[in-house]
């Protein structure tokens, strides 16, 4: 009786490894599952707040001093477009104006070479960044001059479509114009963050299939910055109240830890969608099966072991 018990026992627990092992395999054909495994392998947490301590500490700096020698009408669209992207409004508005006040001072302090100085800081973050897309896409990187020349083009770019959409937004300011506004935004948005991958993957993947990045990450930083509307604020002040102008610096570098995020999943989304074999990647790859353009160098190995959660909080250096 105790042997069939045992062996009544045996075939339930092979069962249920058995039903396991199913689902497991079911759920990583999903589209979702790879891109999960994808951030895996980029190690997303790692990156998230490297991305963010370099975004506080060099990128926006940068915004602050661009801001300060701008002329008056592009230093104040760049302004509500940063303000609004990061959703601070009321008293905390007031006080991240203050911030970009001061700009005869910030100019006398700065000078032409502390601007050109400021610039090249800012290129620490963009490397970063340039990181991400290559390991998101398994692409050799390429050092040199080149990724230099390639981080002053993506803050030139940066910086124009916050001008502009902080521009849009003093146009379109009610009603029927609100909606344009979210729409032209997404648009502007979506399309710097294409050129973001296309750019910083050195040209060397077809703008087609980076089409998928831009719009993920255009629509994950959209819903970010409506959510940041919600709980920044509270986040501000609670943080100045009990740390001082210190508390505000944490509160952008939590903003800024969201936001790298959104740019982690559009990165991951884009060659996961773009190397299936399904519908999906079919529609995104087009007539051509292939997702480099001709001449490109061949992409590097996958990781040779399973990723774990573990690997995400974790950094490895690049061969």
């Known amino acids: 009786m105790a042997e069939d018990e045992r062996t009544t026992g045996r075939a339930k627990t092979g069962w249920a490894r058995q039903r396991l092992d199913a689902g ?15 951030m895996l392998e980029i190690e997303f947490v790692d990156r998230s707040i490297a991305l963010a301590g370099k975004a506080f ?20 669209s760049i302004i509500t477009a ?51 897309y290559l390991r998101a896409w398994r692409r050799p990187s390429h ?30 300011d009610e009603g029927l114009g609100s909606v ?6 997404f648009a502007v948005t979506s399309g710097l963050w294409w050129f973001t991958a296309w750019l910083f993957l050195q040209g060397e993947v077809r703008m087609r299939v980076l089409v998928s ?12 910055a409506l959510s940041a509307q919600v709980w920044m604020p509270t986040v501000v002040t609670s943080n100045e109240a009990q740390f001082g102008f210190f ?40 007539d051509t099966h292939g997702t480099l353009i001709p001449g490109a160098r061949p ?12 690997d995400a909080f974790q950094s490895t250096e690049d061969s």
């Open 24 to 38: 497991r395999t079911s759920l990583e054909r999903l589209l979702l599952w790879r891109v999960w495994e994808r």
């Open 57 to 76: 500490v060099s990128f926006f700096p940068l915004l602050v001093v661009v801001a300060a020698f701008a002329p008056e009408r592009i230093r104040s």
């Open 82 to 132: 940063v303000a609004a992207r990061m959703g601070v409004r009321g008293d905390t508005l007031v006080l991240f104006r203050e911030g970009f006040a001061s700009s005869d001072d910030i100019r006398k302090a700065t000078g032409l070479l502390g601007l050109v100085l400021t610039v090249f800081y800012a290129t620490s973050f963009t490397t970063a960044l340039q990181r991400v």
């Open 143 to 172: 050092s040199g001059a080149g990724a230099y020349g390639r981080g002053a083009v993506w803050l030139l770019a940066t910086l124009a479509t916050l001008a502009t959409l902080g521009a849009l937004r003093g146009v379109f």
């Open 180 to 185: 344009l506004l979210l729409v032209v935004g």
């Open 213 to 224: 990045t831009g719009v993920v990450t255009g629509v994950a930083l959209a819903g970010y």
């Open 247 to 286: 508390g505000v610096a944490l509160a952008l570098v939590t903003w800024f830890s969201g936001a790298a995020i959104c740019v982690l999943i559009g990165a991951c989304v884009g060659p996961v969608f773009a190397e299936d074999t399904g519908p999906v990647g079919r529609f995104i790859r087009g």
């Open 299 to 310: 992409p590097l190995p996958p990781p040779v072991r399973e990723r774990r959660l573990r």
